[in-house]
Structure formats: C-alpha cells, structure tokens
C-alpha cells in the first residue's frame, strides 16, 4: 500500500512539472477560492434573511456546487466547441471527442438524466443528512490566517486521501460493476461526465 502511495506522489510531481507555469495558475485559483470567497460570505451573512448555519450549510453548498457545475460546464462547452489549436494541444487522448460520434444525442440524453438526478434528489439529500451531524461555529469570527492554512491543508489531504481510496474501493468487483462502471463508459472525458454516475446501485 504504501508503494502504491508513493506512486501516486510520484505520478502528481511529474504531472505537475508537465504543467509548468500553470501551476501557479491553478495555485492562484485554490487559493482564491478557499481563503477570497469565504471572506466575501462573512461580509453577505448578516445581510442575508436568516440566521441559521445549518441552514447556510445545506443551501449555501448546494447553491456554490450548482454554480459551479453550471459554470464549468458552459466555460467547458464554449472550449470544446471552438475547437481552438492551443485548447486542443492539452487534449491527452488522441481519440476523437465523444460529440464527434453519431451516437452522441442518446449518450448526452443519459448523462443528463442521471446528471438531473445527482443534482435534484442525491446531493441535497447527501447534504440535508451530513448537516446534521456538523459542528458549526456560531461567533461569526474570522479565522486567523494560521487557522485558515492549517485547516485548509489538512482538508486538502483528507479530500485526497478519502477519494483515492474511495475511487479504488469502487473499481471493486461489484461495486464497479453495479455502482463505477456508467461513470467510465466515456473512455473521452469531458466536464459533462465528472458526475456521471448512481449513487443508488441500480442496474
């Protein structure tokens, strides 16, 4: 296990260098996100009709994931629809984008069936259910910025290490066969696919 750990760091490093200076973009990006945007909920909170952070919990990360997703996937849409030469010289796969294949309209019919059903009934369930057991902190502080580094790298290992071996744990036997498999049947990936994918084990 532990050789296969060191594998997997191995295989970020060299991914990382591949990337050269977008690296820092990205970095700039992870940090704009963790430590700009709750800065600017601080200052909406007490503008907002109420006052229950559990609430905030379940609505607040439903409404950032759904624009996110939302977002992504029009910025994403816009990219593989010019076709640009610079845009596609990162493409990893030499095989042709999942669109260019005439059964593409029932491909896309599917993935936004369960993409509706993910987003719609398992998510804000999933959230509705984990809210419950969260601590939340009712002073409405900042967190110091040794607070925020420390917490934010060690959630960002957590995220890491959980979906490594969660994603391993579903290429599993039955677990693939009943639950992963749909999420491969796009050998191409594209934003679309990211949540393509039951929850509910079905056949």
């Not at 998510?123 to 939340?136: D, M, N, R, T």
């Not at 290992?157 to 049947?185: M, N, T, W």
Request: glycine share 2%; hydrophobic share 45%; charged share 15%.
């Amino acid at each position: 296990m532990f050789a296969d750990i060191l594998s997997t760091v191995r295989w970020e490093i060299s991914k990382n260098k591949a990337k050269g200076s977008w690296v820092f973009f990205s970095i700039f990006c992870f940090l704009l996100y963790f430590y700009s945007f709750p800065r600017l909920l601080y200052y909406i909170f007490p503008f907002l009709p109420f006052n229950n952070l559990y609430i905030m919990y379940v609505c607040g990360t439903y409404t950032v994931h759904m624009s996110s997703y939302l977002s992504i996937n029009l910025f994403y849409g816009i990219i593989y629809k010019l076709k640009h030469p610079y845009f596609e010289s990162f493409k990893i796969n030499p095989a042709p984008w999942p669109w260019e294949s005439p059964d593409f309209n029932q491909t896309l019919k599917k993935v936004l069936k369960v993409a509706l059903i993910n987003q719609i009934f398992t998510l804000p369930l999933s959230l509705i259910l984990f809210g419950l057991g969260a601590k939340y902190d009712h002073s409405l502080r900042l967190p110091s910025y040794s607070e925020e580094i420390v917490q934010i790298l060690f959630f960002v290992v957590c995220e890491d290490f959980a979906f490594y071996f969660s994603h391993r744990l579903l290429h599993q036997g039955y677990l693939y066969k009943r639950i992963h498999k749909k999420h491969h049947e796009f050998n191409v990936t594209i934003s679309l696919a990211a949540e393509f994918y039951f929850i509910i084990i079905s056949d």
